[in-house]
């Protein structure tokens, strides 16, 4: 095995490692108002993190019919993601300003995210990101660095040619942020419940994945797309989602959907 192989082999084993750090890369934190998917008009406030124990009252949301005993994400209807138009920097983009849309935006900017690539990872931030966002690209960058030099990479470049990582959103919780300056469905607070693997040179399955980890993202409508932000009005209030589990009544009623992804 070369230095290259071994330094590939590092990365893989360290992003493993680095569940945490990666699932934090993109916390943007967020305010919610309803929920998007039909439910709750009533902002929660909280840590930025799923809370295992939070037990929400089934009579909170029996008359808006999402509270069903025998419902789960796994049984219920799937999110079916739109499709983009456009693709810029190696990121989708060209999302309708819908709910579905802001949530679709979500979706593949999280799986096609360069996690291990700071200089592609900026310009796909630069696609993304709001003008109004202030050092919120630094601070992604500044994480993407993080991870590289905790996977023994320099802190700046380009993943390792025979490194692959792969991300895949398996649920989301999406809730509009209900704001004075923007119209009602403008900005959308997502949760993201994902899988990631790492592949090698050698290929075949990853021993020992990431699986079930959590990421929320902020988006607002603005200049004709869907963009990342960090302003604080927009974060001042946060929500707590149920834990997501695909089996679980609570999660269903929480509002935690599983995503149908291209047949």
């Known amino acids: 095995?070369?230095?290259?192989?071994?330094?590939?082999?590092?990365?893989?084993l360290t992003l493993i490692g680095l569940g945490t750090l990666v699932g934090a890369a993109l916390v943007g934190g967020g305010v919610t108002a309803f929920l998007v998917l039909g439910g709750d008009d009533e902002a929660k406030s909280g840590s930025d993190k799923p809370s295992a124990s939070a037990t929400p009252s089934p009579s909170a949301s029996a008359d808006k019919g999402l509270w069903n005993k025998k419902m789960t994400p796994a049984k219920g209807q799937k999110v079916k993601l739109e499709v983009p138009t456009g693709q810029k920097n190696g990121l989708s983009t060209g999302f309708p300003r819908t709910a579905f849309g802001a949530i679709s935006a979500a979706v593949y900017f999280h799986e096609e995210y360069a996690w291990l690539d700071d200089q592609r990872a900026r310009?796909?931030?630069?696609?993304?990101?709001s003008p109004d966002a202030t050092g919120y690209i630094d601070e992604q960058i500044s994480e993407v660095r993080k991870l590289r030099e905790g996977a023994g990479l320099p802190p700046s470049g380009g993943a390792p040619a025979n490194l692959t990582v792969t991300t895949t959103v398996e649920a989301v919780r999406a809730k509009s942020i209900l704001a004075p300056d923007?119209?009602?469905?403008?900005v959308v607070h997502?949760?993201?419940?994902?899988?990631?693997?790492?592949t090698g040179p050698e290929g075949g399955a990853d021993d020992n994945p990431i699986k079930g980890d959590t990421s929320d993202l902020v988006l607002k409508w603005q200049n004709g797309g869907w963009k990342l932000t960090n302003e604080a009005k927009y974060l001042s209030?946060?929500?707590?989602?149920?834990?997501y589990d695909p089996n679980s009544p609570y999660a269903w009623?929480?509002?935690?959907?599983?995503v149908r992804h291209a047949d």
């Open 237 to 243: 209030k946060r929500t707590n989602p149920v834990a």
């Open 123 to 129: 310009e796909q931030l630069e696609v993304i990101t």
């Open 190 to 198: 997502v949760w993201l419940s994902f899988d990631r693997y790492a």
């Open 182 to 186: 923007v119209a009602r469905g403008d």
């Open 1 to 12: 095995m070369d230095a290259h192989d071994r330094k590939a082999r590092r990365a893989k």
């Open 253 to 258: 009623q929480d509002g935690w959907w599983q």
